[in-house]
């Protein structure tokens, strides 16, 4: 990998789907190296999967940047590569899932030079793996946050 690219490792866990979840990130950028995560008490795997790239874009401090996103989610992956969510854009995101998740990577996106790229889950990709460490590890934790976007979608009020 280039030295001026950063990259960007993300997984999400959820035990029970829905239940409680969490995510992993893994970023590194020349010879800096910086691990994340969180976990909720109710959440949903594609969710944390998602949120764990929003997290990490939001985390980066320069705009412009140079980024690979690596993730074992074809949910992800395929709804930008094969431009799925722009579709969801123009139908206001009718019958989808996560649609304030998706709302808020739309924000961050454009912000940066991105490529996302899939990686086999539970494999040979170290990094991966470590973030599924950390996503499982976070989703058993004793502080898990409300996913007010999954919780409050689910009591019928309505987010957007």
């Given at each position: 990998m280039q030295s001026n690219i950063i990259e960007i490792y993300t997984?999400?866990?959820c035990s029970g789907n829905p239940g409680p979840g969490g995510y992993?990130?893994?970023?590194?950028?020349?010879?800096?190296?910086?691990?994340?995560?969180q976990g909720f008490r109710l959440t949903t795997n594609n969710r944390m999967e998602l949120l764990s790239i929003i997290i990490a874009l939001e985390?980066?401090?320069k705009a412009n940047s140079e980024v690979v996103v690596y993730s074992d989610s074809k949910y992800v992956i395929d709804s930008i590569n094969l431009g799925w969510v722009h579709g969801w854009v123009k139908k206001n995101f009718k019958d989808k899932a996560n649609p304030d998740l998706w709302k808020r990577f739309l924000l961050i996106h454009p912000k940066h030079a991105i490529k996302f790229v899939w990686v086999k889950g539970h494999a040979s990709n170290k990094e991966n793996n470590r973030c599924d460490e950390l996503a499982v590890a976070a989703s058993k934790g004793k502080h898990l946050l409300i996913d007010e976007g999954y919780e409050l979608s689910k009591k019928g009020d309505k987010l957007f």
């Open positions: 997984d999400g866990a992993g990130i893994v970023m590194k950028y020349k010879d800096q190296r910086k691990e994340l995560s985390s980066l401090k």
